[in-house]
């Protein structure tokens, strides 16, 4: 297998617009409609999401803070335990802008979280944001599951316009991808998305489609004529 076949390609701004459609639209499925926004417009690994309480976001400055993720010990005979790590390096240590978007769905998500009456604490930190009807936290193989149904049945539902891929990578990839092509500077990227080099942004995360290529080169040939 080559390397771009085991890359990961990212939803195309047709793809984004079917899914997200599906999503609200489906009444099992649109209580993950603002995660999956969330993902697709802040480009957090899925452990930086789960790992992320309510003092991390910063309605007013409209950013977040991310400073760690949270990871579960699923290990052959581990325990199943969740635990909180630090980013996974030091350029993971981030304040992220919010978009609009990100920000409604942030304020909704805070609004109608389910009241527990004992908030779970996992190694000193209590408050998440992203919590299971239970009251615990939701870590990232539970999304990855979720997306798989998600995805399991919008292809069902939409034989002629199949997604191949979809997972909480597949987004932050989208992510990625969408503000390369939207023009947003390369160190700019490499910061949001807590890459410890740009060439980790550019190599492995971004794909440009020919069409993309193409409006670019039309937009500088204007500007510069």
């Known amino acids: 297998m080559t390397k771009q076949t085991k890359r990961k390609l990212p939803l195309s701004p047709e793809e984004q617009s079917r899914l997200l459609d599906f999503v609200k639209n489906d009444?099992?499925?649109?209580?993950?409609?603002?995660?999956?926004?969330?993902?697709l417009e802040t480009g957090l690994r899925i452990s930086e999401l789960c790992g992320l309480t309510i003092?991390?976001?910063?309605?007013?400055?409209?950013?977040?803070?991310?400073s760690k993720q949270l990871c579960v010990d699923n290990?052959?005979?581990?325990?199943?335990?969740?635990?909180?790590?630090?980013?996974?390096?030091?350029?993971?240590?981030?304040?992220?802008?919010l978009s609009k978007k990100a920000i409604e769905c942030f304020e909704s998500i805070i609004k109608n979280r389910r009241k527990v009456k004992f908030d779970p604490v996992v190694d000193g930190y209590s408050g998440f944001i992203f919590i299971r009807?239970?009251?615990e936290p939701?870590?990232?193989?539970?999304?990855?599951?979720?997306?798989?149904?998600?995805?399991?049945?919008?292809?069902?539902?939409?034989p002629d316009h199949l997604i191949q891929k979809l997972s909480p990578h597949?987004?932050?990839?989208?992510f990625c991808t969408n503000m390369l092509n939207a023009g947003l500077n390369i160190k700019s990227l490499q910061?949001?998305?807590?890459h410890s080099t740009a060439n980790i942004t550019l190599n492995v995360y971004s794909h440009s489609s020919s069409k993309t290529a193409v409006e670019h080169f039309r937009k500088l040939e204007k500007r510069n004529s």
């Open 75 to 97: 290990r052959y005979g581990g325990s199943g335990k969740l635990y909180i790590e630090s980013t996974k390096s030091s350029a993971g240590e981030r304040i992220v802008p």
């Open 133 to 135: 009807d239970n009251g």
């Open 138 to 158: 939701k870590y990232g193989a539970q999304y990855t599951e979720e997306l798989n149904y998600i995805l399991k049945k919008y292809n069902s539902n939409n």
């Open 27 to 39: 009444k099992t499925f649109i209580k993950y409609y603002n995660e999956i926004v969330i993902l």
């Open 170 to 174: 597949v987004l932050r990839h989208t």
């Open 55 to 66: 003092h991390d976001v910063n309605l007013q400055e409209k950013t977040l803070s991310v």
């Open 191 to 194: 910061y949001i998305m807590g």
